[in-house]
Each structure stands twice: as structure tokens, then as C-alpha cells.
């Protein structure tokens, strides 16, 4: 449901955006879609600070060392 929320808010100011559901191996969830498409950005949106799983793991890094595409941490506010 977040996700359709925010595909449909990119796309009402004009942009194009697309996204996948993945497993809770967020890392190989991004891998395997950048083996089946192609992509001109990944936005990593992840809750707060001290919530989030994968800002403890560092995610958006290992997921921006892993393409050449561009990487944009969206975190939740409090």
C-alpha cells in the first residue's frame, strides 16, 4: 500500500517511478531487480534512525557499491 502511495505521488508531480515488494533480504531483493530491469535511480525508504534494520547494516551503501546507479536514502521522521 506505501509503496503504490508513493509511486502515485512521484508520478502526479511528473516523475516516472516504478517499484518491487522484495523479501527481507532487502540486498538481494535490489540485486535481482537490477537483473531483470534497468533503472535511473534506487530510493532506499527506511524508518528512523535507531528503528531501522537496514541503516544498522548500512544498506543504501552496500546497495550503492553494488551499481553504477544512483542511490537516495529516504529515512521516516520520528
Known amino acids: 500500500h506505501r509503496l503504490e502511495q508513493m509511486v502515485a505521488a512521484i508520478q502526479s508531480l511528473g516523475g516516472r517511478a516504478s517499484g518491487e515488494v522484495g523479501t527481507s533480504d532487502a540486498l538481494n531483493s535490489v540485486q535481482y531487480c537490477l537483473m531483470t530491469a534497468t533503472y ?3 530510493i532506499v525508504s527506511t524508518l528512523p ?3 531501522s534494520r537496514w541503516l544498522k547494516v548500512d544498506l543504501p551503501t552496500r546497495v550503492a557499491n553494488g551499481t553504477d546507479i544512483p542511490v537516495t536514502t529516504v ?3 520520528d
Open 40 to 42: 535511473d535511480e534506487i
Open 49 to 51: 534512525h535507531g528503528i
Open 75 to 77: 529515512v521516516a521522521s
